[in-house]
């Protein structure tokens, strides 16, 4: 079911790269499609995964997974920067933060099951603060945040208070209005696939597969970072088998998608940036298969 999965999220970002090569695509509507797919698609999901009956099971249930969220997020920013620094600061960014949004999503719902998107939903949250927080000033690399003034309105935040509120209060929202959700939250695997694969189009396939850091990165991300994020989640009891998968694929995911926004609004190199995302999501179509594969085993 993950091969299958992944495999069609890999046809959907060819789409896109034939999309953008034969001009059907052009850079400006591939910048809108991404805009649409952050402020609208995105918090729909995060909201949809909300849309569902409380109980004490679910409350305890939500805190040990922002519990093991956070812990995995801590865990990719420390080694991130102990192995890249201020050195190589695009690869640095990249590498704390995954793509646990537009490709997370859809593994977990492939893997685990659609209810399994509400464990995940706080990661993507404290994964967007941590990039605003953190990641902006290490690309920056003054000691300056070029980002912290748009924290506040970061649609992802702004869905997720939105969504929690929701849950905790209990509030129904209207058939017409949760069903208009739902149907925006399935655009984001094709509309996220079709705008990385337009990515992979913007460059040349020799630049991307002949630079040595870019191999690094990919490799630190999809495979350094996954087994000492698995190993940390050993911590948590066997009984909490979803929301260790869910967790430890969401930190698994590539490059996140918003890499190169973030360096170029940062003054980083987003050349590099759209190199890591692209040769990162070809590769994880080889490695969250055989992660999941291998954490099931091991934990079941």
């Not at 994020?229 to 998608?257: M, N, W």
């Amino acid at each position: 079911m993950i091969l299958k999965q992944t495999l069609t999220m890999f046809l959907l970002m060819a789409i896109g790269f034939i999309l953008y090569r034969t001009k059907k695509l052009t850079d400006k509507g591939n910048r809108e499609l991404g805009t649409i797919l952050l402020y609208l698609t995105l918090p729909c999901v995060i909201i949809s995964s909300y849309l569902t009956e409380a109980s004490p099971e679910k409350y305890r249930l939500m805190g040990i997974s922002a519990a093991a969220g956070a812990s995995a997020l801590l865990v990719a920013i420390l080694m991130s920067r102990f192995f890249f620094g201020s050195r190589r600061r695009m690869e640095h960014f990249c590498c704390s933060f995954s793509n646990a949004g537009f490709i997370g999503i859809p593994v977990i719902e492939a893997a685990i099951g659609e209810e399994a998107v509400f464990f995940v939903a706080t990661f993507i949250a404290l994964l967007n603060v941590f990039q605003w927080v953190y990641g902006a000033p290490v690309l920056a690399g003054n000691g300056k945040n070029p980002m912290s003034a748009k924290l506040w309105t970061n649609p992802v935040l702004v869905a997720f208070v939105i969504g929690l509120l929701l849950f905790l209060t209990q509030l129904r929202l209207p058939a017409v209005v949760s069903g208009a959700i739902r149907m925006l939250k399935n655009m984001n695997t094709p509309l996220a696939m079709i705008i990385l694969g337009a990515y992979l189009g913007q460059m040349k396939l020799g630049e991307l597969f002949t630079d040595g850091w870019t191999y690094l990165c990919s490799a630190w991300r999809l495979i350094a970072i996954p087994i000492v994020t698995f190993l940390a989640l050993c911590l948590f009891p066997a009984k909490y088998l979803d929301i260790k998968l869910v967790v430890l694929i969401a930190a698994s995911a590539p490059v996140g998608s918003n890499a190169p926004i973030f360096a170029e609004r940062c003054g980083a190199d987003s050349a590099q940036a759209v190199r890591c995302v692209s040769m990162s999501t070809i590769f994880s179509i080889v490695t969250l298969p055989v992660l999941v594969a291998l954490a099931k085993t091991l934990w079941t």
